[in-house]
């Protein structure tokens, strides 16, 4: 199972030699980014900054930096294990489509029996110690400023907990968080997020909007807090599934929502109607800096936390960074569930490099004529893959996840003038290739096996791949240690 919190997780790590001190102080402008950086690229070891300077908070940092800690800290061996047991759920089939989908999730949380579990809030750590009011300093807590051109210091780790003002159904979504000032943090909700939506209803309404954002929160939260989820399916239903127990779970002081109980540090706060500041630039996960935008700034009236809290956070940048098993549990998790929408794939891959929206390399059995082109559109209508800029379809003999083998057939099997589809469509808030914000042009490239009633009548036909002869392959396996090679 799942560790219950953080704490637990990091003792652990440590005990396994996964975990490293770093006991000198160190400064959270730069200094602490360019160390994880180069960390995490080098796959090395979960990090606890004991000494942040001008906080005295320890930083939890690269906690999910390899896919072994990611699987430790959801109690997994691979991440097969969810993705197959979410697939043995699914049967007998359901209904394909997003109907398929919700009713898929319904069944999860109707055989999984693990919705959160309410507890008291004298039960509840991260309600150990309480601020209001003028106690509330946010500078107290350690946000990084990472990159040189970064607009401020910010907090990349935060759970998000908003709820729709008319239908109550609540969300947790993951947004970078920059601190103003001692008492307010700029929202960097995106154009097609849940949270987004929920404030902009309530603006409508003329009513403020209530957030509790959640620090160092049980590792099955805090992956749930990512994953692509439809606005109507409770990520704390899923963190669950995941997790194999119930989320224990506790009102907030000031504002009506729930928190994990377990979390290090929560901040509590009221979004007003139209209160905007400028938020950015941000060196994101793409790579680039995102430009100054305005977003919605929160104002904070309450922080509770633990005794002796610390805080988590990701550093994010040029990949391979620690979104890299994070994309990569949500990629398999997610297999299943996807052919519920698309039945016709057989696996798919979405490249770390391409920040996992940018590509998807999708396989399939082929069974008609562009069966290639009819799966990319249908892709293009799956929920938040709709945001993907290039599709590459391969035939179900290819491995989506040796690049090297999907360049060679992509690169080999395409003839651009037929093969190469070109539309416009919704690109990800953070895209900056497109010419214009939030939608641009997209590819998909067809690299599968082309047959005749596709206009491929040359002499012969598609030509046959180089393999080796089989009885040949199998002589030479039994003779290897005989040629001393």
Known sequence: MAYDDLRSLLRALEREGDLKRIKVEVDPYLEIGEIVDRVQKAGGPALLFEKVKGSSMPLAMNV????????????????????DKIGGLLKPELPHGFVGVREAFGKLGAMTHVPP?????????????????????L????????????????????????????????????????????RTIGMHWQIHK????HYQVAA???????VAIAFGCPPAVTYASTAPLPGDIDEYLFAGFIAGKRIEMVDCKTVPLQVPAQAEVVIEGWLEPGEMLPEGPFGDHTGFYTPQEPFPALKIDCVTMRKRPLLQSIVVGRPPTEDGPLGRATERFFLPLLK????????????????????????????????AQKVMHAV?????????????????????????????????????????????????????????????????????????????????????????????AAKVDRRWKEYGL
């Open 380 to 472: 293009w209508g799956a929920h938040m893959m709709s945001l993907t800029k290039l599709i590459v379809v391969v035939d179900a003999d290819c491995d989506v996840h040796d690049l090297h083998e999907v360049a060679w057939r992509a690169l080999g099997n395409t003839d651009y003038a037929r093969d190469l589809t070109v539309v416009e469509g919704p690109v990800d808030h953070l895209d900056h290739a497109s010419y214009q914000q939030f939608w641009g042009g997209k590819a998909g490239i067809d690299a599968t096996k082309k047959w005749p009633e596709e206009g491929y009548t040359r002499d012969g036909g598609w030509p046959d791949m180089v393999l080796s002869d089989p009885d040949t």
């Open 340 to 371: 519920i929408i698309i039945p016709d794939i057989v696996d798919y891959h979405l490249p770390e490099a391409g920040g996992f929206h940018n590509c998807a390399i999708v396989s399939i059995d082929k069974k008609y004529p562009k069966h």
């Open 64 to 83: 999910f930096g390899t896919d072994r800690r990611l699987l430790k800290a959801l109690g997994l061996k691979s991440y097969g294990e969810i993705s």
């Open 117 to 137: 579990k309410k507890v008291k809030s004298d039960h509840a750590p991260v309600q150990e110690v309480v601020l209001r009011g003028d106690d509330v300093d």
């Open 204 to 210: 409508r309404r003329g009513e403020r909007l209530p």
């Open 139 to 182: 500078d107290a807590l350690p946000a990084l400023f990472t990159w040189p051109q970064d607009g401020g210091s910010f907090f990349n780790l935060g759970l998000t907990h908003t709820k729709h003002p008319e239908t109550g159904i609540r969300n947790l979504g993951l947004y970078r968080l920059q601190r103003h000032d001692k």
């Open 194 to 197: 849940d949270s987004r939506n």
